[in-house]
């Protein structure tokens, strides 16, 4: 069965203080992983989409690195406005476009 | 940017009555989903769709549940008969390739 752990479940950081949230996963293949922003009560905001190991994608403060067994989200320098939920997702190759996802690691940066 | 809209931001039924939960993709995408995140847990994938078709569901989304695309802009999903566990956020998504882009959602309370 296809499977997403994502760790730590949740990590605080003082601001400044750079660190990497962990996704490994089980597929039977791997078409595509994803990661996502989630403020409390709002919807996912996409920021990354990885396809093959050793990919790597930036945006700002963030890099995220894909190897054949699990993703890192690198965060740099972290700010409070980084304070969110961060998901990861990955996509089969089977006849599917379903996300499945991981619980999350729920980031708090403090100033 | 473009992005996808979902209303209403909140609904409140009784149980056993029926919801409808309305959805604009955003407009070059092809693929269309709907999500959902009970309080405290996965995001979790309902039904997708694609070409005026479902193209795969879930377990969840059983007779209770169907979608439709009755025009060329809005993305429907009704529940019929809603039940108390039926209380969720529910989250409209599209996507060209790849990466699939979530609305804000539509957080359902059946009491």
């Known amino acids: 069965e296809d499977q997403v752990t994502q760790s730590p479940e949740a990590l605080r950081l003082q601001e400044g203080e750079s660190s990497s949230l962990n996704c490994s996963y089980t597929v039977s293949g791997l078409r595509g992983l994803f990661w996502y922003r989630q403020d409390p009560g709002k919807g996912p905001e996409f920021l990354f989409t990885?396809?093959?190991a050793g990919e790597e994608k930036e945006k700002e403060r963030l890099k995220a690195t894909l190897t054949k067994k699990e993703s890192f989200l690198h965060i740099t320098a972290p700010k409070p406005e980084d304070s969110a939920t961060y998901l990861c997702?990955?996509?089969?190759?089977?006849?599917?476009?379903?996300?499945?996802f991981g619980t999350g690691t729920r980031l708090q940066v403090f100033p | 940017e473009p992005e996808v809209t979902q209303t209403p931001s909140h609904q409140v039924t009784q149980m056993g009555q029926e919801v409808i939960l309305r959805c604009v993709p955003i407009s070059n995408h092809l693929y269309f989903y709907w999500y959902r995140q009970i309080l405290g847990q996965k995001v979790e994938f309902l039904v997708s769709?694609?070409?005026?078709?479902?193209?795969?569901k879930s377990e969840i989304f059983d007779d209770q549940f169907s979608v439709e695309r009755p025009d060329g802009s809005n993305f429907t999903l009704k529940i019929r008969s809603t039940k108390l566990e039926d209380s969720a956020m529910y989250f409209c998504?599209?996507?060209?390739?790849?990466?699939?882009?979530f609305g804000q959602g539509t957080r359902l309370t059946v009491v």
């Open positions: 990885l396809y093959s």
């Open positions: 997702a990955v996509q089969a190759p089977r006849n599917t476009d379903k996300l499945i």
């Open positions: 998504a599209s996507s060209a390739t790849g990466g699939a882009f």
């Open positions: 769709f694609y070409n005026n078709e479902i193209s795969e």
